[in-house]
């Protein structure tokens, strides 16, 4: 009895094992390690899944550092100067929307696509503000909503014919809990969706093409044709949706678009945000990026108001 005993009794190296791991969940040294590699996205990924611990020290700190330093200047937005406060969802689905295009896995109610398109991680993506505003109807433009350029996925051909290529977008708003749209949804009853839910958080979601709050502007800014498009906003605030990108010809640089009336609705009362107006200093120019003719703009408001930032799954130089 006493020899198994001894055989079960821990050994002084086993006793150590949590010192021994203790470096390796350590806040500051991890901080560092990452710091040191620039925060690489796939890197913290395959860290955070290592284990329980780590996943929880990558929860509460990892994913937020992340983040502040892949895009300050909208984190700051975002947390109103103070990013040391929770964010609505969770860092680590912040972090996912900057760095993840979620796909078209299936079509809705309102966008149907001939095959399902998985998810992936982007090279870069590009938030801004002043894109944002296209996305919301006149009487909910005092809220601020951070939206990414369209991922364009080239389609291929549906029965013979040539399709659109599909561009995914995706958004965040800031202070959703007390914003104009989600008061908006509010007041009107519009239901939430109820098979989708938010490939961020999983939240569930309402469609903005049921409450008729889609503006034409959000069309024209996606270079996508009235009616092309649908998106969702989850109840954390997160925006996710695809389009139809319009084929973009010569001609298309040389004709003058006029300005539309909003398509959606605009008795949108109830508390919120302060009704605001879009940027009207909003230039639009046409650039060539391997051999396709894409869309980018560029704001210069006199106030040197931030209306973008630029992030990137790889090291920053």
């Given at each position: 009895?006493?020899?198994?005993?001894?055989?079960?009794?821990?050994?002084?190296?086993?006793?150590?094992?949590?010192?021994?791991?203790?470096?390796?969940?350590?806040?500051?040294?991890?901080?560092?390690?990452?710091?040191?590699?620039?925060?690489?996205?796939?890197?913290?990924?395959?860290?955070?899944?290592?284990?329980?611990?780590?996943?929880?020290?990558?929860?509460?700190?990892?994913?937020?550092?992340?983040?502040?330093?892949?895009?300050?200047?909208?984190?700051?937005?975002?947390?109103?100067?103070?990013?040391?406060?929770?964010?609505?969802?969770?860092?680590?689905?912040?972090?996912?929307?900057?760095?993840?295009?979620?796909?078209?896995?299936?079509?809705?109610?309102?966008?149907?696509?001939?095959?399902?398109?998985?998810?992936?991680?982007?090279?870069?993506?590009?938030?801004?503000?002043?894109?944002?505003?296209?996305?919301?109807?006149?009487?909910?433009?005092g809220d601020m909503l951070f939206m990414s350029d369209p991922c364009e996925h080239p389609m291929g051909t549906d029965g013979g014919?040539?399709?659109?290529?599909?561009?995914?977008?995706?958004?965040?708003?800031?202070?959703?809990?007390?914003?104009?749209?989600?008061?908006?949804?509010?007041?009107?009853?519009?239901?939430?969706?109820?098979?989708?839910?938010?490939?961020?958080?999983?939240?569930?979601?309402?469609?903005?093409?049921?409450?008729?709050?889609?503006?034409?502007?959000?069309?024209?800014?996606?270079?996508?044709?009235?009616?092309?498009?649908?998106?969702?906003?989850?109840?954390?605030?997160?925006?996710?949706?695809?389009c139809w990108l319009v084929p973009l010809s010569d001609d298309d640089n040389d004709e003058e678009g006029g300005e539309e009336e909003d398509?959606?609705?605009?008795?949108?009362?109830?508390?919120?945000?302060?009704?605001?107006?879009?940027?009207?200093?909003?230039?639009?120019?046409?650039?060539?990026?391997?051999?396709?003719?894409?869309?980018?703009?560029?704001?210069?408001?006199?106030?040197?108001?931030?209306?973008?930032?630029?992030?990137?799954?790889?090291?920053?130089?």
């Open positions: 009895m006493s020899e198994r005993n001894q055989r079960l009794r821990p050994s002084p190296a086993s006793q150590g094992s949590d010192s021994a791991e203790s470096g390796i969940l350590n806040e500051r040294i991890l901080i560092l390690v990452f710091k040191s590699i620039k925060w690489d996205i796939h890197t913290l990924c395959l860290a955070a899944s290592v284990n329980r611990k780590l996943r929880a020290v990558a929860n509460r700190l990892l994913w937020r550092e992340l983040c502040l330093f892949r895009a300050p200047r909208m984190l700051l937005a975002l947390t109103n100067g103070a990013p040391n406060n929770r964010i609505e969802g969770g860092w680590q689905t912040l972090a996912k929307l900057m760095f993840f295009c979620c796909g078209c896995v299936s079509s809705t109610r309102h966008f149907r696509v001939s095959r399902p398109l998985q998810g992936h991680f982007v090279k870069a993506s590009r938030f801004s503000k002043t894109s944002g505003r296209s996305f919301l109807p006149k009487a909910c433009r014919k040539s399709e659109d290529d599909l561009g995914i977008y995706r958004g965040v708003f800031c202070g959703f809990m007390r914003s104009r749209t989600r008061a908006c949804l509010i007041r009107r009853q519009v239901g939430l969706e109820e098979r989708l839910r938010c490939p961020y958080c999983g939240a569930r979601v309402w469609s903005m093409t049921s409450a008729r709050l889609v503006p034409k502007s959000a069309a024209r800014r996606l270079g996508s044709r009235d009616g092309g498009l649908e998106y969702f906003v989850c109840v954390n605030g997160h925006l996710h949706g695809a398509g959606s609705d605009d008795d949108c009362g109830g508390e919120g945000g302060a009704q605001g107006v879009g940027c009207e200093s909003c230039d639009e120019y046409w650039t060539v990026e391997n051999g396709k003719k894409v869309s980018r703009r560029y704001c210069d408001d006199d106030d040197g108001d931030d209306h973008q930032e630029a992030v990137g799954d790889g090291p920053v130089n």
